[in-house]
T-cell receptor, first 114, second 116 residues
Framework: GEDVEQSLFLSVREGDSSVINCTYTDSSSTYLYWYKQEPGAGLQLLTY?????DMKQDQRLTVLLNKKDKHLSLRIADTQTGDSAIYFCAEWPYSGGGADGLTFGKGTHLIIQP | GAVVSQHPSRVICKSGTSVKIECRSLDFQATTMFWYRQFPKKSLMLMATSNEGSKATYEQGVEKDKFLINHASLTLSTLTVTSAHPEDSSFYIC????????????FGSGTQLSVL
């Protein structure tokens, strides 16, 4: 079945770059997503990438996709205290039919050190 | 952007009672809504997919008689946890699809259910 793996914790200093990694197993994944969850809140879509892309940049966020290795990363430049949250990687093997649910990783807790 | 409203945000109930959670799409029609459950320090697990006007599709291992889902209109889906027990305590999140792809998948703010 589908599986999405990511590290549980990442600690970085304020101002440094954060790189959160994710691996997935489903080779048919078409869309890959990064969501942010702040304490007690729902999920906020940060960015997504289509599987035919290698990279996508959106302001401080850079997503890199290595489809051969099934590896996805999210880089947050100039990490701020407001970036402290849990980041979920998710994949969607779009089958062309209806809408299916996403498969999420367990989430990476990003901890910012002053 | 599109907003999904989930209510209540927090509920505490006694064991054996039923709890209803509402999920509304405020400015778009959601043909499909999803219900997820999040365990502490674990990932979000898809519970069921509901399409307006039809029966929900439950994921393997999710009791459909325990977690009743109603998607009566294009803007409202409800999840009812029947005869709740402490092991049902969790964070429940809904999401709604506004288009053909999950690119436009919006999440509610979640409901923290605590069963005493």
């Amino acid at each position: 079945g589908e599986d999405v793996e990511q590290s549980l914790f990442l600690s970085v200093r304020e101002g440094d770059s954060s790189v959160i990694n994710c691996t997935y197993t489903d080779s048919s994944s078409t869309y890959l997503y990064w969501y942010k969850q702040e304490p007690g809140a729902g999920l906020q879509l940060l960015t997504y990438i289509f599987s035919n892309m290698d990279m996508k940049q959106d302001q401080r966020l850079t997503v890199l996709l290595n489809k051969k290795d099934k590896h996805l990363s999210l880089r947050i430049a100039d990490t701020q205290t407001g970036d402290s949250a849990i980041y979920f990687c998710a994949e969607w093997p779009y089958s062309g039919g209806g809408a299916d649910g996403l498969t999420f990783g367990k989430g990476t807790h990003l901890i910012i050190q002053p | 952007g599109a907003v999904v409203s989930q209510h209540p945000s927090r509920v505490i109930c006694k064991s054996g009672t039923s709890v209803k959670i509402e999920c509304r799409s405020l400015d778009f029609q959601a043909t499909t809504m999803f219900w997820y459950r999040q365990f502490p320090k674990k990932s979000l697990m898809l519970m069921a997919t509901s399409n307006e006007g039809s029966k929900a599709t439950y994921e393997q291992g999710v009791e459909k008689d325990k977690f009743l889902i109603n998607h009566a209109s294009l803007t409202l889906s409800t999840l009812t946890v029947t005869s709740a027990h402490p092991e049902d305590s969790s964070f429940y999140i809904c999401s709604a699809n506004s288009g053909a792809t999950n690119e436009k998948l919006f999440f509610g703010s979640g409901t923290q259910l605590s069963v005493l």
